[in-house]
Nanobody
Framework: VQLQASGGGLVQAGGSLRLSCAASGRSFSSYGMGWFRQAPGKDREFVAL????????YYADSVKGRFTISRDSAKSTLYLQMDSLQPEDTAVYYC?????????????????WGQGTLVTVSS
């Protein structure tokens, strides 16, 4: 499966963005999917994940209540709706897929990655 992330950009604090991650190849609906982010000089960190069937989601505490992860299997696309953005949300955002059946929140638990899209939040 190949992933192509898009939707990043520059937004003011308090604003919103929606990221998309288009998947090509087979069996998108067989994989759990996640979003990670990496700020300059920092490690890549978990943001959110969604189960293979979309029934379950999990969020990092730092984004809970502000971000919403979703997927459209018919379009083979993963989304991340980001509201109430803050400067500390500035990072490159990556989508990723996993065969892991549990709550995959570690980088090494993911099998394939998109190229990343930059989100910059100004104060």
């Amino acid at each position: 499966v190949q992933l192509q992330a898009s939707g990043g950009g520059l937004v003011q604090a308090g604003g919103s963005l929606r990221l998309s991650c288009a998947a090509s190849g087979r069996s998108f609906s067989s994989y759990g999917m996640g979003w990670f982010r990496q700020a300059p000089g920092k490690d890549r960190e978990f943001v959110a994940l969604i189960s293979w069937n979309g029934a379950s989601t999990y969020y990092a505490d730092s984004v809970k209540g502000r971000f919403t992860i979703s997927r459209d299997s018919a379009k083979s696309t993963l989304y991340l709706q980001m509201d109430s953005l803050q400067p500390e949300d500035t990072a490159v955002y990556y989508c990723a897929g996993t065969k892991f059946t549990g709550w995959a929140r570690k980088v090494y638990e993911y099998d394939f990655w998109g190229q990343g899209t930059l989100v910059t939040v100004s104060s």
